[in-house]
């Protein structure tokens, strides 16, 4: 199942490489990246083209590499909470949560009814966030500036929201190891309200302008389709796995805080190329903005929101190892803590859907790809570089 | 005043550079509106897909940004050339004015109102298909000369690009000859004259959309714009352009959509002439008379109207992949003109022309 | 008769000259301070790895072929479509038999697969 057609390709040597000889004139090395305006974030993609047809790809990450997991080993328990938001930019909650909820088991904490219903609310507000910036990037990797300058708009509604409530735009901090740092402001859920139904108004657009184009269909229906038979092998999780039929979703699987109380479905699609999984997160986004109104529907109105902690200078944690994974806009997103009983965590190992996804996958789907979809897949694939590399 | 301007240099010029410089100065007053023109275009597109993606467009430089264009002229002169170490100098250089030449020299015959005409030329057509063939040379150097690969795959696909769907452009030129019965521009407009149904865009619809689908991709402009399309061959052929080099090539393709913008209101919309002609009673008031009567504010309206197509498309459309811009020209386009003709020869043979 | 395309020469000229002048201001009011990082040729930030002037696609060269034929034809029909209305239903039958014959080429190249892009 992972041969390629080849017939008139490069056959393998003997060491396993491509036999590409860029003398004949048949092949060409083309970069992508890192300084392309097509790449999201830095990373490389270093292409061998046949004609118009790719034949050879290999990834380069690193441009982005800041070392946090080796950081945290030297970083006390709380030292560590405001850093591993910077691992993700566009939807930095998922970290926070992970690593909170992570330590908070590990320690023992029992945390607040009313902390695990904000918590809730703030994943999937960075959950829209996420996706209305993958929407925008989406369209604008096949040429079609407008869907993203809507999007960001009502981005910026959302963060607003996000502001009132952590105080922040990019980098909440918010989730804090012992529940979250504050409940939510006055009048916090009509305002939240108001930005959602304009969220709904300008999705109500991009449905018409992006996922009702011909233009658009023509280019991203039947192109970059993953085969079902990958799923497992690629560690291929969220709307990606979605999008081929497997209702993969980490919030109905293993349900953590408190989607148990929710009530929706996981999206699915069917035909998994790039138009499906641009349908399976628009949906999934509506899905988000329902969650976030039955959560402000029906979460308690007061209550505490942090336990008490031990002197966070001398928080010594015992020994003990604990994998938490919870469903961020990307795929399953998970925290693997070790702790051996000192103030430092042993070993913190952060399991990003971004690795799998852009690197074994993308080397894998891009092979007789048309050039011109290089950007548009990879984009598909919904990768955050800063996240690959950490 | 043309001839009082030939009397008062008569009196001591030679008749020859009498002529020249009569000629000159008509140049100038058609090369210098169309500058503006084609300034005003540059503004007119930031702010008009502004406006579509919710934000404002520029706005700092003079009154509500009416100044930019010139602002970014300042800007873009003082910028260095870069010019690549391996590229070719000579090549390099001239590339720009070879894109250039054509997309202002094809303006030479188009009549911007009755007898408003540089060179009233029977071939004018001709002319034409010529000169903005000539265009592509400008863009291949460029892409060549500048020994980038982005640049060379960019100039290979405008090549390729450019040269097929000239030819779906060149047999919605023959429909319209067919129709008209002239090569002259001039007269092709007259063809048209009696009222607003007499213009060809109705009997020839077809053709119509098959000549400005084809003058968009001519243009590259989105959704057509695989050679500069950025999230793939970074900014195609001019990417190692950079100042007035790079500026050039702006002109010359905002002249360029000008141009098909204006040809196709003339060939197809009747050009200078009124949509209210017929209509005495509009066209005989005593001052609304020359507002609704013909003129070159007609033409300018309608090819305006083509600019924010033009526009309208750049903000809306994705790009199309190459091979699918292929596909469009050489299995749609050039079939529908082919049939289109048939039909048309078929018509005019049997005597029957509707439009007439 | 050759006389109106005097002015034709003369816009050409100008078009070049503008041309020529804006370029000309550019390499006067610009800068030039070259350096070896921002004269090499943009390859994403990595030294190129070879030259650019590379071999192509066979494609690009049959477009450029059907092209020739394709405008030649274009050509042959310009004359024929201005004096249809006076050479009447010979032109038209004339016309049709060459279009025929350029038409089964046509299709006899789209069988052929010279216009798949794939």
């Known amino acids: 199942m992972f041969e390629l057609d080849r017939s008139q390709y490069p056959q393998k040597k003997a060491d396993g490489t491509l036999d590409i000889d860029l003398t004949s004139g048949k092949y060409l090395k083309l970069w992508q990246g890192p300084q392309h305006p097509g790449i999201t974030g830095n990373m490389a993609i270093e292409l061998t083209v046949c004609g118009d047809e790719v034949v050879d790809a290999t990834t380069h ?18 030292q560590c909470f405001p850093i591993v938001c910077r ?58 500036g407008v869907i993203g300058q809507w999007t ?63 233009v658009f269909k023509k280019r991203a229906v039947g192109v970059g389709v993953i085969d079902t038979a990958w799923l497992d092998s690629y560690g291929i999780t969220g709307p990606n796995a979605r999008a081929a039929g497997v209702a993969k979703d980490v919030r109905k699987d293993q349900p953590y805080l408190v989607y148990p109380e929710l009530d929706f479905e996981a999206v699915t699609g069917k035909d998994s190329d790039i138009y499906t999984r641009a349908d399976v997160r628009r949906r999934d986004l509506l899905l988000s903005l329902d969650l976030i109104r039955q959560i402000l529907a029906k979460m308690p109105k007061t209550g505490a929101v942090m336990t008490k902690l031990p002197n966070v200078l001398h928080w010594k944690i015992p020994r003990g190892e604990t994998y938490v994974r919870g469903e961020c806009s990307r795929g399953e997103y998970g925290y693997y803590l070790v702790t051996d009983g000192s103030g430092y965590p042993r070993r913190v190992n952060v399991r990003g859907p971004s690795y799998t996804h852009s690197i074994a996958l993308f080397e894998r789907m891009v092979i007789n790809a048309n050039i011109s979809d290089v950007a548009a897949l990879l984009v598909s694939l919904h990768t955050y570089p800063p996240e690959i590399e950490r | 005043m043309m001839e009082i301007l030939a009397n008062f240099f008569g009196a001591f010029l030679p008749e020859w550079m009498v002529t020249l410089l009569i000629i000159l100065i008509k140049v100038v007053a058609i090369v210098l509106p169309l500058i503006l023109l084609v300034a005003y275009a540059t503004y007119a597109e930031r702010k008009i897909i502004g406006f579509m993606q919710v934000r404002v467009g520029p706005n700092r430089v ?55 005409v540089l060179a009233d030329v029977n071939a004018g057509l001709l002319f034409l298909l010529a000169l903005t063939s000539l265009g592509v040379y400008g863009v291949i150097i ?105 500026s050039i090539f702006f002109l010359a393709e905002y002249a360029n959509m000008w141009l098909i913008a204006a040809l196709t209101s003339l060939m197809f919309l009747g050009g200078w002439l009124s949509p209210f002609q ?55 386009l050039i079939p529908i003109t082919l049939v289109w003709i048939f039909a048309e020869g078929l018509a005019i043979a049997l005597g029957w022309k509707p439009w007439l | 008769m050759l006389g109106e395309y005097l002015p034709i020469l003369v816009f050409l000229a100008v078009g070049f000259g503008l041309a020529v002048v804006l370029l000309g201001l550019g390499l006067l009011a610009g800068p030039r301070r070259p350096d070896a990082e921002k ?7 990595f030294p190129a790895f070879e030259d650019s002037r ?63 892009w794939e």
């Open chain 2, 142 to 246: 460029a892409g060549w000369a500048s020994n980038s690969k982005y640049a060379q795959l960019s100039a290979l696909r405008i090549g390729a690009q450019m040269v097929s769907y000239e030819i779906a452009m060149g047999f919605a030129l023959v429909g319209v000859l067919m129709a008209s019965g002239s090569l002259n521009l001039g007269d092709i407009v007259r063809a048209q004259s009696g009222s607003i149904f007499s213009w060809f865009v109705w009997p020839l619809f077809g053709l119509f959309l098959v000549y400005f689908i084809s003058g968009v991709a001519e243009t590259n402009r989105a959704p057509f714009d695989v050679a500069e399309g950025e999230s793939e061959i970074v900014a195609g052929f001019h990417v190692e352009y950079s100042g007035m080099a790079f």
């Open chain 3, 54 to 116: 590379i071999k192509f696609d066979v494609r690009y060269y049959l477009v450029a072929i059907l092209f020739i034929i394709f405008d030649l034809e274009i050509a042959f029909l310009f004359p024929w479509a201005i004096v249809l209305d006076t050479i009447g239903v010979f032109g038209i039958v004339a016309m049709g038999i060459f279009l025929t014959i350029l038409i089964v080429g046509f299709i006899y190249e789209w069988k052929k697969g010279a216009l798949e």
């Open chain 2, 278 to 332: 017929g209509l005495t009673f509009l066209t005989d008031m005593p001052v609304l008379g020359r507002v609704f009567g013909d003129g070159i504010h007609w033409l300018l309206l309608k090819a305006s109207f083509f600019m924010l197509l033009f526009f309208w498309f750049r903000a809306t459309f994705p790009r199309y992949r190459y091979d699918q811009i292929m596909r469009l020209g050489w299995k749609i």
């Open chain 3, 39 to 45: 004269d090499s040729p943009f390859e994403c930030g």
């Open chain 2, 62 to 116: 003079g009154f509500k940004g009416l100044l930019q264009p010139f602002a970014d002229m300042f800007k873009l002169i003082f910028k260095e050339i870069v010019i690549p170490a391996r590229s070719n100098r000579f090549l390099f250089l001239i590339a720009p004015l070879l894109a250039m030449g054509p997309a202002f020299a094809a303006w030479a015959v188009i009549p911007f109102s009755d007898g408003m």
């Open chain 1, 87 to 144: 691992i993700c930019v566009p939807e930095p909650d998922f970290n926070e949560y992970c690593y909170a909820a992570a330590v908070e088991e590990l320690a023992g904490l029992e945390i607040p009814e009313l902390a695990h219903w904000i918590r809730t609310l703030i994943l999937e507000m960075g959950r829209v966030n996420s996706y209305l910036m993958y929407l925008g990037g989406q369209a604008g990797a096949f040429g079609q």
């Open chain 1, 61 to 78: 990450v690193g441009y982005l590499h800041r070392g946090f997991e080796k950081l945290m080993e030297r970083r006390t328990f709380m």
């Open chain 1, 152 to 214: 960001t708009y009502v981005r910026d509604l959302m963060l607003d929201r996000f502001e009132e409530l952590t105080g922040a735009r990019i980098y909440h901090m918010f989730i804090i190891p012992g529940g979250v740092r504050d409940n939510l402001p006055d009048g916090f859920a009509g305002r939240m309200e108001e930005t959602l139904r304009e969220i709904e108004s300008v999705l109500a657009d991009v449905d018409r302008v992006m996922f009702h184009n011909a």
